[in-house]
């Protein structure tokens, strides 16, 4: 187990270097509301109420930094009492992600705290509207430029928006969303610098005047 997760430190490393030399950029697709099916409306739907459940338990819990990533099931209170709820839906990256987000919310807390300014805790959520997508090709990935599959969902997704991303950037993590009523991803792609489309410059620039004879009246000459 320790040379696994030396090889996996190391290839993060050498990730993070490589990243540091080429471009960030987050494109958000929406997903394709008519072609989701009945169990996937369902299976999304749960997504975001486990997302909540996790997250007020964490806000609740009294050291969130020794939360186990590994949990499947969390007390959500119901009128007076606490009842145990599974997480069927949350895979352990979106589980893992979730609570370290919280963590690293607190965290940020407690810098701006100590530089002298008055914050307060972190608060319950009725709803989630993120659910964190840490790792392509496991969490998510994308398939035949129109579809996306998401880790727990059986139906590929059909989704609009993919054409945005250029064709040689390598997509990283990225995160779903609800708004809405619909859904969305944002993903998080780094582009080679070097095959950066050169941006392109005017030859010259025209004046627009508008009028009453004619609406528009172009520098150049032309009426419209």
């Given at each position: 187990?320790?040379?696994?997760?030396?090889?996996?430190?190391?290839?993060?490393?050498?990730?993070?270097?490589?990243?540091?030399?080429?471009?960030?950029?987050?494109?958000?697709?929406?997903?394709?509301?008519?072609?989701?099916?009945?169990?996937?409306l369902k299976i999304l739907k749960r997504l975001f109420l486990e997302a909540k459940w996790l997250y007020n338990y964490c806000v609740g819990h009294p050291d969130v930094f020794s939360i186990d990533d590994k949990i499947k099931a969390v007390p959500v209170k119901v009128k007076d009492q606490f009842e145990l709820r599974q997480l069927r839906q949350l895979s352990s990256h979106m589980r893992q992600s979730i609570i370290t987000r919280t963590q690293q919310n607190i965290r940020g807390?407690?810098?701006?705290?100590?530089?002298?300014h008055k914050v307060g805790r972190l608060k319950f959520k009725s709803y989630v509207k993120s659910i964190p997508l840490k790792q392509y090709g496991n969490t998510y990935k994308l398939i035949n430029g129109n579809y996306l599959q998401l880790q727990r969902l059986p139906q590929q997704l059909r989704v609009n928006g993919l054409?945005?991303?250029?064709s040689n950037c390598e997509c990283a993590n990225a995160t779903l969303l609800h708004q809405h009523g619909d859904y969305y991803v944002a993903i998080t792609t780094y582009t080679s610098r070097e095959h950066k489309p050169a941006m392109v410059v005017p030859a010259k620039s025209i004046g627009i005047d508008f009028g009453v004879k004619n609406q528009l009246s172009l520098s150049n000459g032309v009426h419209i």
């Open positions: 187990m320790s040379i696994k997760n030396e090889r996996i430190k190391v290839t993060l490393k050498d990730t993070k270097e490589r990243r540091k030399q080429m471009e960030c950029r987050v494109y958000t697709v929406k997903l394709d509301h008519s072609h989701l099916n009945q169990n996937s807390l407690a810098r701006v705290k100590a530089k002298g054409e945005q991303l250029p």
